[in-house]
């Protein structure tokens, strides 16, 4: 038995392009009409996000405004004050912040003796800090400063 193949008729093939042919215009059609549907629709959420500025005034507005970084180092300072005790000495000793300024923290440098901490915090209305010290060997001296952590 013998199977013939049979070719498709030239009508047949005109008819099947017409129909791609047909199809995919449609589709063109859908598409070239959906995209600046989508573009517009894209465009009003992101004015609504932007609060109907343009990018220019929203580069501007960015540049003028104080990053972190640059004035991280504006907020605080570090003010310092003496501090000595006589040989078996102690006493609370301060640092006061200028007008205005809370103290957030402190410390103290002993380069001079033995000097150790027993209590240490802000003052009572936040304007320095203070440290109790007692020097520790009993037979000399010690000095150094006292340090508040100042926030502007």
Do not use: H
Request: aromatic fraction near 4%; glycine fraction near 14%; charged fraction near 10%.
């Amino acid at each position: 038995m013998t199977v013939l193949k049979k070719r498709p008729s030239g009508a047949l093939v005109v008819a099947m392009i017409a129909l791609f042919v047909a199809l995919g215009g449609t589709a063109g059609a859908v598409v070239t009409a959906a995209v600046p549907l989508a573009k517009r629709a894209l465009v009003a959420d992101n004015a609504k996000k932007l609060g109907g500025q343009t990018s220019s005034q929203i580069v501007s507005q960015a540049a003028s405004a104080p990053g972190p970084a640059s004035t991280a180092a504006g907020l605080i300072s570090v003010k310092t004050a003496p501090f000595a005790l006589s040989a078996d000495g102690q006493g609370s000793f301060t640092a006061n912040c200028d007008a205005g300024q809370k103290a957030v923290g402190g410390g103290y440098s002993n380069p001079v003796g033995t000097a150790f901490s027993v209590d240490t915090g802000p003052t009572s209305d936040g304007s320095g800090w203070s440290i109790y010290l007692i020097e520790g060997t009993g037979n000399s001296v010690a000095a150094g400063i006292i340090q508040a952590i100042c926030l502007k």
